[in-house]
């Protein structure tokens, strides 16, 4: 684009500052530009031929694309044409698209789907000719100024499939001037689009060259004119055919013939009437120039579309869709976001190569931002599956290879497109064309002079700044390196030079505490603050300048945390409302067991306690006591979470190299346990006992040395009756190694009874869709929801399981784990469920409590035998075929081991001599049938996230889900005795 003369500049300067000014002061509008999207699709006799759930291909294709306006050939009839656009295009709560009405032509017709958030259908009419109508659609653009009485772009599209064969040349031009007929009676027609399946096979016919070069409105070809037919030199552009075998109709042969075109008027060129073309953006989608005479789906792999899209390209047409980017004219009104872009590499130092190019954009916000589908004006580009964390930069650029060979950044490389060398507007819009944020550049002051071609970028020190405005921008003046040419380049891709305001962020653990309990809160504010501002009201203290301070609720309620953090470049603040629950349940603590005596190692490191929560919810120690009537004494200074119906032990050291080998919750300092008579006191934080033991070294209480002390006594009972203490006998497995000092730290030992109603479960399974031949897939581990997800139909399960945060990594999914208490398997129906819990399952196929590794601990009593039932979210339930054995309080089963393991070989081989669940069951019914598909896989495929179709649990729902997981297994069920 030819720059501007200074004093040109300087006329259109003040002139445009008028037009801003009279546009926000009567109508708060500003000019700024709406990028849509047209695409041509000849969709081959549908639904007649092939396949007929072509719909599924149809809506992957489209939800990749993004068509704003779509035309296609080959309508079998008008039913078609409504189930494309209630299966494939007004689905996944999108509603807008809106058809024109069906006309029947004397063969296959046409159809145009348009978005109407974006536009109206003016008119439509068709022109006959003697072997398919041309038809004619008029659309007017919804301009946000329209109510006010301004006018708007209208569009005029023509939808055309000629005659098709080599020889047929002189009755496509016949077609064309019926067409002619038509356009050149129209007077001040504008914007016009003519496409379709014009099947010419060389610039040289006579209809593309009146297309081209005649009649009132001569057409533009926005690709290269030649002789397309089985031409090497240009194979980007062929759009048939996608295969080269014969099923459903169409064409074989490959990839060799550019029948496929979108061609428009010299206003849409030059932008005369609102609407302008985006330089480059026409193209044969799917076609990446490696599939020449071969088809679609041969090797190598499509190197410009997912597999998933690729795989529908060929399996919905024999032809390739073709797309162009318009840009329209449109007042719109300001917009809000947390997204900001903060840096332009418009001009590197690169004589003609312009390969350091980039767009950079910041989150400034307290929350994950999701770009995924948000797309450039100025460059073509839309975001794929992408979130963006606080104070977190995602970068785009013309090359990421270079952008890594010179910055050692991953960034995002356009579609096509370069920036201007002068000024030049670019959008940031989200997937529904809303503008998120704007900067229109320039390289005059007050923009900074030092980045029209002299090595530096611009960037916005300060995201809360306008960055419409030149004079908040500066020049880099980070040297990164020297190019090829010895130029200098100054830029900071993916990070600030300057410094960046914080963004205040924290996380508290627990949230959930009983009254009297403490709250740890961490600070984890982006951007390096260096001043913290707490409110917590409710809370002891009530304020707080720690980075990281401990807080005591001592009264019920629900509470806000507020926090203002700072820096030298700015404040921020965030209100967490209703964040910390206090219950009014009096805190129990239970001390269980004392090794206050060992023998393999020294009183100095060997010395330890256990404590044991015998409520429903868990106990936070932040702030407890440790105390005797003397004056040894300990005050907690951490969290130390004592989960509800479990243990914690603290020691005089958590080295279990030191220890004699075990890992203790906490390590104290300042209390020694006598081997003679000695106390244990422990003080809540307001100071009130809640428990104590008075050992007397042997006249009443055991006396061992080299074992714990071990209470036999239930939760009920007096822990401080010496009759109720006994000597351990064995070193149990929470130790690691087999020989030293006896005891059960952490657990409900071979002598105590304080769990006697419950016990653990120890469960191994694996999940067919994630499993990788020794392991199950962690793909999904940081998708998985803070929340048990069972709580739907048909599992109805209540529990309230949640976690803060999931637990580290290595799991696979949440699963629902029901016991059955029965005497045989035939008897265990669901009148014999003992209880229900949900855990994560681990890579490992062990199933474990909400801490990541314990094993899931139940407060019940067996009668008969125990059975356990599996359920989850896609994959068939499955029960034991055999009865539980139990061994040292552990219930255990094992179901990868054998095809019986699971009731009336509810499972299958998922590799040789492993057996795992069945996949393809989302909507949980029990069955895996054609529900399945149509129900959940349609109306989810080309998704990624976490849903009930991504059957092998790999962040994505495609073709692989359906065609390797559910396809093979259609027709089983579950078998769980009613």
Same mark, same amino acid.
């Given at each position: !684009? ?5 004093? !040109? @500049? ?52 489209n939800q990749y694309i993004k068509p704003d306006i779509l035309l296609v050939n080959e309508l079998t009839g008008a039913a078609g044409a409504q189930t494309l656009l ?12 809106? @058809? ?39 659309? *007017? *653009? ?52 003519? =496409? ?27 690709? /290269? ?73 041969? /090797? ?13 390209? %060929? %399996? ?29 590499m418009y001009n590197p130092p690169e004589a003609g190569l312009d390969s350091l190019e980039f767009i950079e954009i910041y989150n400034q916000g307290n929350v994950t931002?999701?770009?995924? +589908?948000? *797309? ?28 890594? #060979? ?10 096509? =497109? ?34 029209d071609g002299n090595g530096a970028s611009i960037m916005l020190c300060d995201p809360t700044l306008d960055n419409s405005i030149g004079g908040n921008w500066a020049a ?66 009530? !304020? ?76 936070? !120690? ?10 040894? #004494? ?31 919750? *906490? ?29 007397? =070294? ?91 997800? %069972? ?7 209540? +529990? ?154 790999? @962040? ?20 769980? /005795?009613?």
């Amino acid at each position: !684009m030819q720059r501007l003369k200074g004093s !040109m @500049k300087i006329k259109y300067f003040f002139q445009l500052l008028l037009l801003v000014w009279i546009i926000v002061s009567c109508n708060n509008l500003y000019a700024q530009y709406d990028t849509l999207r047209v695409m041509y699709y000849n969709i081959l006799n549908y639904p007649e031929d092939g396949d007929p759930d072509r719909e599924d291909e149809f809506r992957i294709i489209n939800q990749y694309i993004k068509p704003d306006i779509l035309l296609v050939n080959e309508l079998t009839g008008a039913a078609g044409a409504q189930t494309l656009l209630d299966e494939s295009l007004n689905v996944y709560g999108i509603t807008h698209f809106q @058809k024109a009405v069906f006309t029947n032509g004397p063969d296959t017709d046409n159809m145009l789907f348009y978005n109407s958030n974006k536009f109206v259908l003016y008119s439509q009419s068709y022109i006959p000719t003697a072997l398919r109508n041309i038809n004619e659609y008029v659309l *007017y *653009y919804k301009s946000a100024n329209l109510a006010s009485g301004e006018d708007t772009a209208f569009l005029f599209f023509y939808s055309a499939h000629l005659k098709a064969t080599e020889g047929d040349s002189l009755f496509r031009l016949t077609e064309i001037n019926e067409y002619h007929s038509r356009i050149d009676n129209i007077a001040n027609a504008e914007n016009i689009f003519f =496409g379709g399946d014009l099947n010419l096979y060389t610039h040289e016919e006579p209809a593309y060259q009146v297309l081209i070069n005649q009649g009132v409105y001569p057409l533009n070809d926005p690709l /290269p004119a030649g002789d397309w037919h089985n031409n090497f030199s240009l194979r980007q552009y062929h759009t048939q055919s996608t295969r080269t075998v014969n099923f459903g109709g169409g064409a074989t042969g490959g990839l060799d013939d550019r029948f496929d075109f979108i061609l428009f008027s010299n206003d849409v060129v030059s932008g005369a009437n609102k609407v302008i073309y985006v330089d480059n953006s026409c193209l044969a989608v799917g076609n990446d120039a490696n599939h020449f005479n071969v088809a679609l789906n041969n /090797p190598p792999a499509n190197s410009v579309v997912p597999d998933s899209v690729s795989t529908s390209l %060929y %399996y919905m047409s024999d032809h390739l869709p073709v797309i162009c980017d318009i840009r329209i004219e449109s007042p719109q009104g300001s917009a809000n976001s947390n997204l900001v872009i903060t840096e332009i590499m418009y001009n590197p130092p690169e004589a003609g190569l312009d390969s350091l190019e980039f767009i950079e954009i910041y989150n400034q916000g307290n929350v994950t931002d999701t770009l995924s +589908g948000y *797309y450039f004006s100025g460059v073509n580009f839309v975001f794929p599956e992408l979130i963006l964390d606080p104070g977190a930069f995602v970068v785009t650029a013309v090359n990421s290879s270079a952008m890594l #060979n010179t910055f050692g950044i991953n960034c995002l490389q356009w579609t096509a =497109g370069a920036l201007l060398n002068g000024s030049e507007l670019i959008l940031l819009h989200d997937l529904y064309g809303n503008v998120i944020d704007s900067v229109n550049y320039d390289d005059d002051l007050p923009w900074p002079p030092e980045a029209d071609g002299n090595g530096a970028s611009i960037m916005l020190c300060d995201p809360t700044l306008d960055n419409s405005i030149g004079g908040n921008w500066a020049a880099s003046a980070n040297f990164v390196t020297n190019n090829q040419a010895g130029n200098p380049v100054y830029a900071t891709p993916g990070f600030s030079e300057c410094g960046l305001p914080p963004i205040a962020d924290f996380m508290a653990i627990p949230t959930e505490i009983i009254a009297g309990g403490s709250v740890q809160f961490n600070d984890i504010s982006a951007n390096n603050p260096d001043t913290w501002n707490w409110v917590f009201p409710g809370g002891n203290p009530g !304020m707080s300048i720690d980075q990281n301070p401990i807080i005591s609720y001592m009264a019920p309620g629900t509470y806000n945390v507020e926090l203002t953090v700072s820096n030298a470049y700015g404040t921020n603040y965030l209100l967490m409302e209703n964040y910390i629950e206090v219950s009014n349940e009096d805190p129990v603590l239970i001390i269980t067991e004392v090794l206050q005596n060992p023998s393999a190692v020294s009183d100095t490191y060997g010395e330890w306690f256990e404590v044991y929560n015998p409520t429903t919810g868990d106990i936070d !120690m932040l702030n407890w006591e440790i105390t005797d009537n003397g004056v040894d #004494n300990h005050l907690i200074n951490s969290s130390v979470i004592v989960p509800a119906n479990g243990f914690a032990v603290l020691g005089r050291s958590n080295n279990s190299t030191l220890n004699g080998d075990y890992n203790c919750t *906490y390590q104290y300092s300042g209390f020694l346990l006598a081997n003679g008579d000695d106390e244990i006191i422990l003080l809540n934080p307001s100071g009130s006992e809640v428990d104590r033991i008075e050992y007397d =070294g042997g006249t009443n209480w055991p006396d061992p040395t080299g074992s714990s002390m071990v209470f036999t006594g239930t939760a009920t009972d007096d822990n401080n009756d010496s009759n109720l203490w006994t000597i351990s006998s064995l070193r149990e497995p929470t130790f690691s190694g087999t020989t030293g000092d006896k005891g059960s730290p952490g657990t409900n030992g071979e002598k105590q009874n304080i769990q006697q109603t419950g016990f653990e479960l120890d469960i191994k399974v694996y999940l067919e869709g994630p499993f990788n031949s020794s392991a199950m897939e962690t793909q999904l581990t940081a998708l998985l929801p803070l929340s048990q997800p %069972y709580d739907l139909s048909p599992w109805n399960y209540n +529990g309230v399981e949640t976690v803060p945060a999931i637990p580290g990594t290595g799991l696979v999914d949440w699963i629902l784990v029901e016991l059955r208490d029965a005497s045989d398997i035939s008897s265990a129906v669901t009148a014999t469920i003992l209880d229900r819990q949900s855990g994560f399952l681990r890579s490992d196929g062990s199933i474990v409590g909400l801490d990541g590794n314990s094993k899931l601990f139940f407060s019940s009593s067996v009668t008969n035998n125990l059975f356990v039932a599996l359920y989850h979210r896609n994959h068939l339930s499955v029960i034991s075929t055999f009865a539980l054995s139990k061994t040292a309080g552990i219930y255990s089963y094992d179901f990868t081991s054998g095809i019986d393991q699971a009731y009336l070989n509810g499972q299958k081989e998922i590799t040789p001599g492993i057996w795992g669940m069945i996949s393809g069951d989302p909507d949980a019914s029990g069955i895996i049938d054609i529900v399945d598909k149509t129900g959940f896989w349609e109306t989810t495929s080309g998704k990624s996230g976490y849903l009930p179709y991504d059957l092998n649990l790999d @962040k994505e729902v495609n073709h692989k889900d359906k065609n390797d997981y559910w396809l093979p297994n259609l027709g089983e069920g579950a078998n769980i /005795p009613d």
